[in-house]
């Protein structure tokens, strides 16, 4: 299974980590380079992509660090810009960006809505608007955008702009499968659910008592126990990448750990069955 991507060159937006550790796109990024792909690291914080980048060079792949912020059009046509002039083509799109802010319809103000409709929605739609028409001369690509859990469902958090801009993103990414699929472009979604994450720690924390607490509260939401990793949500962006999933266009596909199957509470919802007779 190995060399999936194999003489392919993979864009990926938001391939730094927002922390110490292994966030989605850090991890996405290294795990396409292990598989064959030419990486181009684009990231907000150049130093987050330089991070990602020298790890990929580290085992011996090839990757190019570039800054850009996502919500900037002529940016992101540089990042393409460049991309092509380093690497020659585009063969994978990883729309990794996002980003969460608290406040319900009454707290937020209408900036900061803004904001998040820009960093979770229109980031994905300027890389795509940039990154198409390269696609389109090549006859072929893969898109992968990163949406959530929360395109589908309501947790506790009073997330309202990141819900509506990752439902917008899902529908997106269901419109690019229709529109291009004739031309050899598949487009799908990667909806992650409770994840451990360095973004976790640094935007959602402030909801629960401290660290630890949340992990536990996050952890007991998800029917397996436990909150996934970078790792999870990588492997099913390698995937959705590569010809194995040749038939597969227009998907918003739950990496949740079967959270997304639970009904009830609006932060999920999972009551654990009691152990049966004679096992607890």
Same mark, same amino acid.
């Given at each position: 299974m190995a060399g999936r991507l194999a003489g392919r060159v993979a864009l990926v937006f938001g391939a730094g980590s927002s922390g110490p550790g292994w966030g989605n796109g850090k991890a996405t990024a290294v795990l396409f380079a292990r598989e064959g792909a030419r990486v181009a690291a684009a990231d907000l914080r150049p130093e987050a992509a330089q991070e990602t980048c020298s790890i990929i060079a580290g085992e011996g792949g090839e990757a190019a660090a570039i800054a850009a912020d996502v919500t900037d059009d002529e940016a992101v046509a540089a990042v393409v810009t460049e991309t092509l002039a380093r690497f020659g083509r %585009?063969?994978?799109? !990883?729309?990794?960006?996002?980003a969460t802010e608290m406040g319900d319809p009454v707290a937020l103000s209408a900036e900061r809505w803004r904001r998040q409709l820009e960093v979770n929605l229109t980031g994905a739609?300027?890389?795509?608007k940039h990154v198409l028409p390269v696609m389109l001369r090549q006859g072929k690509g893969a898109i992968v955008n990163v949406s959530s859990l929360a395109a589908e469902r309501i947790s506790a958090y009073p997330h309202f702009g990141y819900y509506a801009?990752?439902?917008?993103?899902?529908?997106?990414t269901r419109a690019l499968a229709v529109q291009y699929g004739a031309r050899g472009i598949r487009a799908?979604?990667?909806?992650?659910?409770?994840?451990?994450?360095?973004?976790?720690?640094?935007? %959602?924390?402030?909801? !629960?008592?401290?660290r630890e607490a949340m992990r536990r509260a996050r952890s007991r939401r998800c029917p397996m126990g436990r909150m996934g990793d970078a790792w999870d949500v990588a492997r099913a962006a390698l995937f959705l990448a590569s010809d194995e999933a040749g038939y597969i266009s227009g998907a918003c596909l739950p990496v949740d750990g079967g959270l997304?199957?639970?009904?009830?509470?609006?932060?999920?919802?999972?009551?654990?069955?009691?152990?049966?007779?004679g096992q607890g």
């Open positions: %585009i063969d994978v799109l !990883h729309n990794n960006v996002g739609f300027l890389a795509c801009a990752k439902a917008g993103l899902n529908h997106f799908n979604a990667i909806m992650p659910g409770v994840m451990d994450t360095p973004m976790i720690y640094a935007q %959602i924390q402030s909801q !629960h008592a401290d997304s199957c639970c009904s009830g509470a609006p932060d999920g919802g999972f009551v654990p069955l009691p152990p049966a007779p």
